[in-house]
């Protein structure tokens, strides 16, 4: 019976009360995005940490049990990295190793692929 005799002023009131709740909720939740976003541009632009942030990548990429996710990792690194070091793309200085590593395995998977399809002309023949 309360209920149906308060006021429309102590419904505002309540009401505010709810929306400021609501409101500072919702900048708890900002200020947290915000320190996440912030620390991974830190982390990201120390090279040290940003080593370890790919092999950890990498490690829950492979545990994950999201082979969907791995496909797509497979085919950005055979679209992007490999491609492009096919392609001659500048890489720069640092990625000198990688690019090394990249012409080694392109060239070896041609091999491979090529000594597979004498391999199958062969056993037609």
Known sequence: MELITMSLQNLSCKVLADLNRHGAAM??????????????????????????MGERFFQ??????????LEALY?????????????????????QPLVAAVRTFNTAAARDQLDSRADDEREAA
């Open 27 to 52: 900048a708890a939740e900002e200020m947290d995005h915000l320190a996440v976003e912030h620390e991974t541009d830190l982390m990201l632009a120390d090279p040290d940490c940003c080593r370890a």
């Open 60 to 69: 829950e990429m492979y545990e994950s049990g999201r082979p969907e996710a």
């Open 75 to 95: 085919l950005f690194l055979g679209q992007d990295l490999l491609r492009k070091v096919f392609d001659c793309c500048p890489m720069g200085e640092q990625l």
